[in-house]
């Protein structure tokens, strides 16, 4: 269980961070941008909960307690010495990718196929899913990028793939199961 009795520490004013095996980085490396951005990505999960009841809710909810499992696989880099830690590493696994999946299956089941791209709007929730969705694909292309310099979970790129792919299903069902999306209309204004 995590305690935090004291919020400030005065150990990042140099503009470096803790890793979670205690390593020590600059603020501004790929991996804390990484992390980063997951909590960003969490943070825009909120906003659209404020919109959400029922099984939307519940499933938003759940979607953040993942981003928290991310954002801590995120912080402990080093994968092949997690079978000599203390204490096993959280990492993401494929179980949350699949829950993921099957999801947006559910979702997507009830929905007309797209004819055309949509444009973020429409309902208030639906809108901040598409924050979400952005924000998360953010989050994908920068643990992609730390992929290529360091030791990455392969889950929790494929799960920030299919999270992006979850919020675009969960914003056309906020609209209306798609009924209220709005089409692009290529050259409209031209």
């Known amino acids: 269980m995590v305690v935090l009795n004291k919020i400030y520490t005065r150990t990042g004013d140099a503009g470096d961070t803790a890793l979670g095996n205690g390593d020590r980085v600059a603020k501004h490396s790929a991996r804390v941008t990484a992390y980063g951005t997951v909590d960003e990505t969490n943070a825009t999960v909120g906003m659209a909960r404020l919109h959400a009841n029922g099984d939307m809710a519940d499933a938003l909810s759940r979607i953040q307690n993942d981003l928290f499992d991310l954002g801590a696989d995120f912080c402990r880099p080093n ?19 699949e829950r993921l999946e099957s999801e947006i ?13 949509i444009l973020p709007g429409g ?17 994908e292309r920068l643990a992609v990028e730390l992929s290529t310099l360091e030791s990455v979970n392969p889950a929790a790129v ?33």
Not at 79 to 90: G, K, Q, T
Not at 165 to 186: E, K, T
Request: charged share 25%; net charge negative; hydrophobic share 45%.
């Open 79 to 97: 994968m092949e010495e997690d079978a000599n830690a203390e204490y096993p590493p959280l990492r993401v696994n494929d179980a949350q990718v």
């Open 105 to 117: 299956d559910a979702m997507n089941a009830d929905l007309s196929p797209l004819r055309s791209f």
């Open 123 to 139: 309902a208030p929730l639906a809108a901040h899913l598409h924050v979400c969705r952005t924000v998360s694909r953010r989050a």
């Open 158 to 190: 494929k799960y920030l793939n299919r999270l992006s792919d979850w919020f675009f299903v969960a914003g056309r069902v906020a609209n209306n199961n798609g009924a209220d999306d709005i089409l692009w209309v290529p050259g409209a204004n031209r």
